[in-house]
Nanobody, 122 residues
Framework: VQLQACGGGLVQAGDSLRLSCKASHTGSNNAMGWFRQAPGKEREFVAAINWNGGSTTYADSVKGRFTISRDRIKNTVLLQMNSLKPEDTAVYYC?????????????????WGQGTLVTVSS
């Protein structure tokens, strides 16, 4: 599975961004997730969606502001980010899980994209 993430950029606090992750060479039957890594911090879980989009899970820090969705026909996963805060600044990575069900553990994701930078100014 190859993953290509895009959509990052520089925005102001309160703005919205939508990240997109295109998967090629399968992945449509796998759960997908978004993680992020801020400067000087460890990579952390953001959101995940199961294989058919029927189940999602979010980190507490983004719940109610971010929405993950997927288009299985286009093999694309989206992360809609609203009400962005400076603490959301990070490189965001999409990943394809080993299983079809959601997982928050990085170890459950053997395939990772290259990351896209999101910078939120105050």
């Amino acid at each position: 599975v190859q993953l290509q993430a895009c959509g990052g950029g520089l925005v102001q606090a309160g703005d919205s961004l939508r990240l997109s992750c295109k998967a090629s060479h399968t992945g449509s039957n796998n759960a997908m997730g978004w993680f992020r890594q801020a400067p000087g911090k460890e990579r952390e879980f953001v959101a995940a969606i199961n294989w058919n989009g029927g189940s999602t899970t979010y980190a507490d820090s983004v719940k109610g502001r971010f929405t993950i969705s997927r288009d299985r026909i286009k093999n694309t996963v989206l992360l809609q980010m609203n009400s962005l805060k400076p603490e959301d600044t990070a490189v965001y990575y999409c990943a394809a899980a080993r299983s079809s069900g959601v997982t928050r553990l990085p170890s459950g994701y053997p395939n990772w994209g290259q990351g896209t930078l999101v910078t939120v100014s105050s």
